[in-house]
């Protein structure tokens, strides 16, 4: 054989070793066992792209890749970071910090505490509060594209700056086409020139300007029109993203376009910024007066902690949806004004029409709700009653005469036309509202009855102590509250006393969706309002007409007060003591006899 030709040949034999080495190298790489991803995060091995170990599942009868989507490289930065307010925690102002005037107006103007907002830096870090078993979850290698929509209204620069970096850092850029910032003609100005500086030099952000104020439901819809991404993502301008949200938020939707997902909200404390779980989940739903409510978890849903389950109605500040079935809805109804009333036209047609609507419990958003609302109103009159007629009308079908029941503005009020969405309704072969509460929200009746069930104790509650009554004043969430002169003494008093030991087993104010709520256990702990979640916990009471105590099932402890400063709160239950002794105006006797038995 000639030289050459051999020459040839043991090239060839050389360059095919090579390539089988590097074949079972590669398999060898790719089959490392899911335990060793696990382990090297808890390490923060550094990885700025997403780690392609993983595995191949069958789906619908076609093999797909997963993968672990978690960024190390910015894990290990954010565990290195130290600072106020670093790793999520809370900053405390100091007294002097607390009375000054920048604090003060800073207060007024947000409703929450810009002056800490300003001393926390606006790339920094929180805590991980995902279930263990999230680290270990793999998702879909291929993932549709999102846009990101955040209505601004007058917000705090560093605020929106915080939510803006938190999206930044913990989102994969290749699922982000972009963030759309729609400003409803905010009128500070930093959120101007100092904005557009700010964001000149961000690719992926960029800013609508409406030229007339037009509330959350049209400035949402504006940001909608002009997004490029596969998926929608609705937010608010004061939340953070926690550590690997967008894959679980986004892959039922790869699944299915017609399910839409919520993450987990967890609360940014309004006072500290603290980022804090709020819950390990719940199901969205409404009472008969149309206030968001929340029902417990099935039993199924707990055992399964990091599973998407279904969700009934959405909370509606933070979701996801595809653009392709947001816009085959109608997205929102257009007539809806301001805001109010737009999470559940949503959510029942996603459910009615179709879809289906999950909450995804290993994606987590940290939100900060408001003490107040900042921004003042619309001169659009009472646009909540008339939001509500509309999704009552087009949606709730005769269901819609419970809500006329309980509030009569609405039954009354013109709801404006609603041809666009009836004939939606029509076009989709939309399922009756009878089918969503059988089938969805089927639990909802035991919690929040259509008709309302008698009360366990209304009216004053007078202390024995003392002829003094609680009054609460029109206290708002959060507020305290203690003891008065009794309004039945006095002609032409005003106050708050009149009150129902409900039969959800929580003390309210007759007419209003805020209880009496125990955040703490402890001697002189003090009782809050706060809003009524109809799980008892922290809100559960139970009154006995034989020694007047008003028990609290949680701690075990009796409403209490002190007569000379006229403050009420919880104590060691004391047969004898006076001012533990509390007489409702009246009481049903067969629903207390029963509590007897059960609680004394």
Not at 193 to 218: C, F, M, W, Y
């Amino acid at each position: 054989m000639p030289l050459r030709f051999r020459r040839k040949r043991i090239f060839f034999v050389f360059f095919l070793f090579l390539s089988i080495i590097y074949l079972i190298n590669q398999q060898i790489e790719y089959s490392v066992d899911t335990n060793e991803v696990i382990h090297r995060e808890e390490k923060h091995v550094s990885s700025s792209t997403p780690r392609i170990h993983g595995k191949l599942v069958d789906i619908l009868g076609r093999k797909v890749q997963k993968i672990d989507w978690h960024d190390y490289a910015a894990i290990a930065r954010d565990t290195a970071r130290t600072g106020l307010g670093e790793g999520g925690a809370g900053v405390e102002p100091s007294t002097q910090e607390r009375n000054s005037a920048v604090f003060q107006q800073l207060y007024r103007e947000n409703g929450f505490n810009a002056f800490i907002s300003e001393n926390i830096f606006v790339h920094r870090s929180i805590k991980d509060i995902r279930h263990p078993d999230c680290k270990k979850k793999l998702y879909l290698a291929e993932l549709p594209s999102v846009s990101i929509i955040i209505p601004v209204r007058n917000e705090h620069l560093t605020t929106l700056l915080r939510s803006i970096y938190s999206i930044l850092n913990r989102t994969p850029p290749k699922l982000l086409t972009e963030i759309i910032l729609v400003d409803d003609a905010s009128v500070k100005a930093n959120l101007k020139s100092p904005l557009d500086n700010h964001i000149a030099n961000l690719t992926k952000v960029r800013i609508i300007r409406l030229q007339n104020r037009e509330g959350l439901i049209r400035t949402r819809l504006a940001g909608a029109r002009e997004t490029k991404g596969d998926v929608l993502i609705f937010f608010d301008s004061h939340i953070e993203v926690n550590i690997n949200w967008l894959p679980p938020l986004i892959e039922p939707i790869a699944m299915d376009y017609k399910t839409s997902v919520c993450p987990l909200i967890d609360v940014i404390k309004w006072e500290t910024f603290a980022y804090v779980a709020q819950d390990e989940g719940a199901r969205g739903a409404f009472d008969w007066q149309m206030y968001y409510k929340r029902l417990p978890l099935l039993p199924g849903t707990v055992e399964k902690p990091t599973e998407p389950f279904d969700d009934p109605v959405m909370a509606g500040g933070l979701f996801a949806i595809s653009k392709i079935w947001f816009w085959e809805l109608g997205g929102y109804d257009e007539g809806l004004d301001v805001w109010g009333g737009e999470q559940y036209e949503m959510s029942f047609k996603i459910w009615q029409c179709g879809g289906r609507l999950v909450d995804a419990p290993c994606s987590r958003v940290g939100h900060i709700y408001r003490q107040f609302n900042p921004h003042g109103g619309f001169d659009f009159g009472d646009y909540l009653s008339r939001n509500h007629k509309r999704v009552a009308v087009v949606w709730m079908d005769e269901y819609a005469e419970y809500i006329y029941k309980r509030n009569s503005r609405i039954r009354h009020v013109d709801a404006g036309n609603i041809k666009k969405q009836v004939a939606l309704r029509e076009k989709l072969r939309c399922k009756s509202f009878k089918w969503f509460m059988e089938n969805v929200a089927f639990d909802l009746p035991q919690y929040y009855p259509p008709v309302p069930l008698p009360a366990y104790a209304e009216g004053e509650i007078r202390s024995t102590a003392a002829d003094l009554c609680i009054d609460t004043k029109h206290a708002g969430e959060r507020g305290t509250f203690g003891l008065d002169d009794c309004v039945k003494d006095q002609q032409g008093r005003s106050g708050e006393q009149n009150f129902e030991l409900s039969w959800r087993q929580d003390i309210r104010p007759k007419s209003r969706e805020i209880c009496f709520d125990v955040p703490s256990r402890g001697k002189r702990t003090p009782v809050v309002l706060f809003n009524c979640h109809g799980m008892r916990g922290n809100q559960h009471f139970v009154y006995n007409p034989n020694n007047f105590h008003i028990l609290h099932v949680a701690t075990n402890f009796c409403l209490d007060c002190d007569v000379d400063s006229k403050m009420i709160f919880m104590d060691e239950c004391e047969v004898e003591k006076k001012t533990q002794q509390w007489k409702f105006s009246s009481y049903n006797d067969t629903l207390i006899l029963k509590d007897l038995q059960k609680f004394f």
